[in-house]
C-alpha cells in the first residue's frame, strides 16, 4: 500500500492502520501534539525526532500516520485555521462584533467577523503564516473559509475573481499585523513600541522627520492609537461597498436574483447620496432629434 498523499491525510480518505493492537496513537493526537510544541517553542524546533518524544514513542511509529514533516506541517496549518465562522451567525451587534456602528450592515459585519476570528487566529498561532504561503494542498478548514466569504458576498454582483480578491486583500492585511502583534508580544501596544524605538532614533535627528515625529507624539480621540487592524479592514470593506453601488448604479453588471437587503440598502445609499447628479444628468440629456 502506498504512503497516503498530503491531500488524502487532509481529506480524511487516508486509510488508517489496520494490522496489530489498537493503536495507542490517533493522527488528531499527533497533529494537536505538534501544534502544542510549534506554539511554544516554534516550528523550525519542531521535528519528527522531538514529537515523537513528546508522545513517548519511538520515532519510526510516526511515519505509520504521516509519512513526512512536510505532510505534518500541512495538517497542523488546516487545524490551527480551524472552522471557519458562519456568515450567519456574525450580526451587527452580537458578542464578537465589538465595533461601534450597531446598525452596520450584515455583509460588513459577517467580513468582519471573518477578519477578526482569522487575526485571532493567526495571533494564536503565528507559525501559520510561514505555513499559509504559497501553492500548496489545502484542507477542508481553509477551504471552508474562502466558502464562508464567498458566501457573504453572494448576490453582490461581484465577479468570482473578484471574490477571491476580496479574501486576499482581508487576509493579507490581518495575517500581517497577526504577525507583527506576536512579533511584539510582552511590549504592549505595538504602535507604542514602535513610537519608543523611532523617538529613541531621532532624538537629535527631530527637525529633519518632524512629520514623522508628530504623527507619533499628537493626541486624538480613545482608540485612535493602534488601532491598523480595524482601520485596514474598514478602508478594504469601504472600497468594497462603493465598488457593488457604482457598478449597480451604472448598469455595468445586474445583480444577480435574490440581492439581499443589505446590498440593496448600500446601493440605495449611494444612489440617495447621489441623486442631485443623477437629476442634473437626466435634465441636462439631449433630446433625440432636437
Avoid at 451587527?92 to 476570528?117: C, I, K, S, V, Y
Avoid at 489545502?138 to 471574490?163: I, K, Q, R
Avoid at 512579533?183 to 523617538?199: C, F, K, P, T, Y
Avoid at 469601504?238 to 439581499?260: E, F, K, Q, Y
Wanted: charged share 25%; proline share 6%.
Amino acid at each position: 500500500m502506498s504512503a497516503p498523499t498530503t491531500l488524502d491525510l487532509l481529506w480524511g480518505s487516508a486509510q488508517r492502520p489496520k494490522r496489530g493492537p489498537k493503536p495507542s496513537l490517533t493522527l488528531e493526537r499527533i497533529v494537536a501534539e505538534a501544534i502544542e510544541h510549534a506554539d511554544a517553542e516554534g516550528l523550525a524546533s519542531l521535528s519528527m525526532q522531538r514529537l515523537a518524544e513528546r508522545l513517548g514513542c519511538a520515532k519510526m511509529a510516526l511515519y505509520r500516520y504521516v509519512p513526512g514533516k512536510a505532510e505534518l506541517e500541512a495538517l497542523m496549518l488546516d487545524a490551527a485555521l480551524g472552522p471557519a465562522p458562519d456568515p450567519a451567525a456574525a450580526a451587527p451587534g452580537n458578542e464578537h462584533d465589538q465595533h461601534d456602528q450597531h446598525d452596520e450592515e450584515p455583509w460588513r459585519a459577517q467580513l468582519r467577523a471573518w477578519a477578526m476570528t482569522m487575526f485571532e487566529r493567526m495571533l494564536a498561532h503565528p507559525w501559520a503564516h510561514e505555513l499559509a504561503q504559497g501553492v500548496r494542498p489545502v484542507g477542508p478548514n481553509e477551504v471552508g473559509w474562502m466558502e464562508s466569504a464567498l458566501t457573504t458576498l453572494a448576490g453582490s454582483g461581484l465577479t468570482g475573481a473578484e471574490g477571491l480578491d476580496t479574501i486576499a486583500l482581508l487576509a493579507g492585511h490581518v495575517r500581517g499585523l497577526a504577525l507583527q502583534a506576536a512579533a511584539a508580544a510582552g511590549d504592549g501596544s505595538m504602535e507604542a513600541a514602535l513610537g519608543r524605538q523611532v523617538s529613541q532614533a531621532l532624538a537629535a535627528r527631530a527637525d529633519r522627520y518632524p512629520r514623522t515625529v508628530a504623527a507619533f507624539t499628537e493626541s486624538g480621540p480613545p482608540g485612535a492609537r493602534d488601532n491598523a487592524l480595524d482601520f485596514g479592514i474598514d478602508r478594504i470593506l469601504d472600497g468594497l461597498g462603493v465598488l457593488i453601488a457604482r457598478r449597480h448604479l451604472n448598469g455595468r453588471r445586474t445583480l444577480r436574483p435574490g440581492l439581499s437587503a443589505s446590498f440593496d440598502g448600500h446601493v440605495a445609499e449611494v444612489r440617495r447620496g447621489l441623486g442631485d447628479h443623477g437629476d442634473v444628468r437626466r435634465r441636462c440629456r439631449p433630446r433625440e432629434g432636437g
